[in-house]
């Protein structure tokens, strides 16, 4: 899918914030202006980057449906976005500073984005769940849906195998803390592809996805922590040593470790663990709006009914809550059925399908957005490390 599709006017809107980053706070502090007249080509590419990036987050923090399918592709879509416009800076300021500090810092990116790839490949196996999950839904949904008029017992009967098996789906994938598809996971590359360093560009044609396995020690906990690993805010001699290039790196890569952590929070996959540590300066401009998503997306965790979950997608937890109840009410009904048990039953029904209708026109949508990243993190890479070749 090509990078527009994502974009929109998004890549486009101006770059509003208020805040500044160290880059610019420092040269204010050695040439005092009252305005961004004054900035050079490059800074001013840079502070445009930041700001565009605090501006992308804060939409996030301040939009409806938290941690739902239709939030979480707006956080897929940031992060495209991010990443395009990281890439056309990188290309156009890899000689702003020493070649060799320079090279570090975009091979250290690059570094955490190939770990990236095998959460993706995770991620997709945990949409793959859902996916069969919406499945159940589907059936409950018809069997006690509206256009029953009068619902009898094998209806009920229906439903209550589908949400009996629903359940024990969910309850293992709590328990196992990894998703039944674990074992045929499929990679997003071409024939060839493996996950890792060995990943190389293929084009930009359509890709088939193949048979893939990740190892049953592999942990989307220990993954997050890999890519966070020594990931810290450069210094100020490390700022000026590079002319302000430390700042955007560190930007994109602090990007790149909240989203892959907010996918690993949401969507059910193996080994999932939150306890990654974001320690963000506030003096970076995108650093109130991603440390506030992070706070609540840790809170959520924290809420009784969902510590256990298997994943804190808003649609996870209204299967978990309205299927629960259903289940409920199907183990004591009786008949003839008392009107009322039959309206809570068609509530609840009702909710379940509309749950069922998010799903089925979500989460395609976001499994094509979670491939693109993939792919753009490959093609990024590729192209970085040719580019590389190039100024050799």
């Known amino acids: 899918m090509p990078a527009t599709d994502y974009q929109g006017s998004s890549a486009a809107a101006p ?8 880059l610019s706070l420092r040269r204010d502090q050695a040439h005092p202006v009252d305005g961004n007249d004054n900035i050079s080509g490059p800074d001013r590419e840079l502070d ?3 700001r565009h990036v605090a501006d992308l987050f804060q939409e996030l923090s301040a939009g409806e449906d938290f941690l739902s399918i239709a939030w979480t592709r707006r956080l897929l879509d940031t992060f495209l976005i991010c990443l395009e416009e990281f890439r056309a800076v990188l290309f156009c300021r890899r000689s702003a500073g020493p070649r060799p500090q320079v090279d570090r810092l975009v091979a250290d990116f690059f570094d955490r984005a190939v770990k990236a790839l095998d959460v993706c490949n995770a991620i997709r196996d945990g949409i793959e769940q859902v996916r069969q999950w919406g499945k159940h839904l589907e059936i409950v949904s018809i069997a006690l849906g509206k256009d029953q008029k009068v619902l009898g017992e094998g209806q009920l009967r229906r439903s209550k195998k589908a949400l009996t098996d629903l359940t024990l789906t969910m309850l293992d994938e709590k328990d196992a803390g990894s998703s039944v598809f674990t074992h045929r996971n499929r990679s997003f590359g071409r024939a060839g592809h493996t996950s890792g360093k060995d990943h190389h560009h293929q084009g930009t044609g359509h890709s088939r ?3 893939w396995s990740v190892s049953r020690s592999w942990s989307a906990a220990r993954q997050l922590q890999a890519i966070g690993n020594n990931l810290t805010a450069p210094r100020g001699h490390e ?4 002319n302000g290039f430390a700042v955007f790196v560190y930007t994109m890569n602090t990007v790149l470790l909240f989203v892959m952590w907010a996918l690993v929070a949401a969507i059910p996959c193996h080994d999932r663990g939150l306890n990654v540590h974001f320690s963000i300066p506030r003096s970076f401009v995108w650093a109130a709006p991603i440390s506030s998503l992070h706070e609540r997306i840790t809170e959520e965790s924290k809420k009784k009914d969902k510590r256990n979950s298997s994943g804190l997608l808003k649609e996870i937890n209204q299967i978990d809550k309205c299927g629960r109840h259903l289940l409920e009410l199907l183990d004591v009904i009786q008949f003839p059925m008392a ?7 068609r509530q609840d029904a009702e909710e379940l399908a509309q749950v069922c209708d998010a799903i089925k026109h979500g989460l395609n949508p976001m499994e094509r957005q979670v491939r693109e990243v993939f792919h753009r993190i490959v093609r990024s890479r590729t192209d970085g490390l040719d580019c590389s070749a190039m100024q050799s």
């Open 209 to 211: 996805s193949l048979s």
């Open 239 to 242: 700022v000026l040593s590079t």
């Open 48 to 50: 445009a980057f930041q």
């Open 15 to 22: 770059f509003a914030s208020l805040g500044r980053s160290i």
């Open 339 to 345: 009107e009322e048990k039959e309206v809570e039953m």
